[in-house]
């Protein structure tokens, strides 16, 4: 359902663009990356997607009027801690934005608290157990039944293999994992670089690195993407401008 959908998607069905990316290009940078997705339109224009990964386990989605950033913790070697904050980069934005704020929708609610398990105040109701709350109707006669993209995501992370850690070795990466392989590339060589040599992580002591965000913007075909989505995807040093948070 289209209120199911991240921001940027539903932004992307008010244009009309196919939701298969005809090129994916990324940008390194220090402390981590920007990965574009191209999605053509008419009169010489394509819309780019832009996500951010950052180390060392922040990502950062296209967003529309909407940003989103995403923190995926490590608790220990099989589990992770998933924060997500949503907010509208200045107050102009939140004024005068049409975009309808995605509401959490009921099958990505939690269980009762409890102190029986760590985090036990952020459990989701839907997990492997019970099939991710799935529809079966709807999952058997129109479309995949977990409801939303956060949901669907959880169900392939968690059900990749036998046992929560998986052999790398054994995968078969396509050109649509460009991103996954650059993210691994960089947290090995941050891991190495301090190990052998005493470096701190990129991003450890520069909070610069973080100023960064997601973007959806339309770019002439004639102009470098990367240039196109420069300036709604960087946040300046001096910029104070008060936020208002919407989510997390």
């Known amino acids: 359902m289209n209120?199911?959908?991240?921001?940027?998607?539903?932004?992307?069905?008010k244009l009309g663009v196919d939701k298969t990316p005809e090129d994916v290009e990324i940008f390194d940078r220090e402390a981590g990356f920007t990965y574009g997705a191209k999605r053509a339109l008419n009169g010489g224009?394509?819309?780019w997607r832009v996500n951010q990964f950052i180390l060392p386990f922040y990502t950062m989605p296209p967003g529309a009027d909407q940003k989103a950033a995403r923190a995926f913790v490590p608790v220990d070697d099989e589990n992770c801690v998933k924060w997500q904050v949503r907010w509208y980069p200045t107050e102009e934005v939140?004024?005068?934005?049409?975009?309808?704020?995605?509401?959490s929708f009921p099958e990505e609610s939690y269980d009762p608290p409890t102190n029986a398990v760590p985090f036990g105040h952020i459990r989701m109701k839907a997990k492997r157990s019970n099939d991710y709350l799935i529809d079966w109707e709807t999952h058997k006669?129109?479309?995949?039944?977990?409801?939303?993209?956060?949901l669907q995501d959880v169900c392939v992370t968690e059900n990749e293999g036998?046992?929560?850690i998986m052999d790398r070795t054994?995968?078969?990466l396509c050109a649509g994992d460009i991103s996954t392989?650059?993210?691994?590339?960089k947290l090995l060589d941050a891991a190495k670089a301090l190990r052998e040599k005493g470096t701190v992580p990129p991003g450890a002591q520069d909070p610069g690195v973080y100023r960064v965000r997601g973007a959806s913007i339309v770019v002439p075909d004639d102009v470098n993407w990367i240039d196109g989505v420069k300036d709604a995807m960087t946040v300046a040093p001096d910029n104070h401008q008060r936020t208002q948070t919407i989510g997390s």
């Open 170 to 172: 054994k995968e078969h």
């Open 94 to 103: 939140t004024k005068n934005t049409k975009e309808k704020v995605r509401e």
């Open 45 to 47: 224009k394509s819309l």
């Open 3 to 13: 209120e199911q959908q991240p921001a940027q998607q539903r932004a992307a069905n």
């Open 162 to 164: 036998p046992g929560p």
């Open 181 to 185: 392989i650059k993210a691994r590339l």
């Open 141 to 150: 006669t129109r479309r995949i039944g977990i409801a939303g993209v956060n």
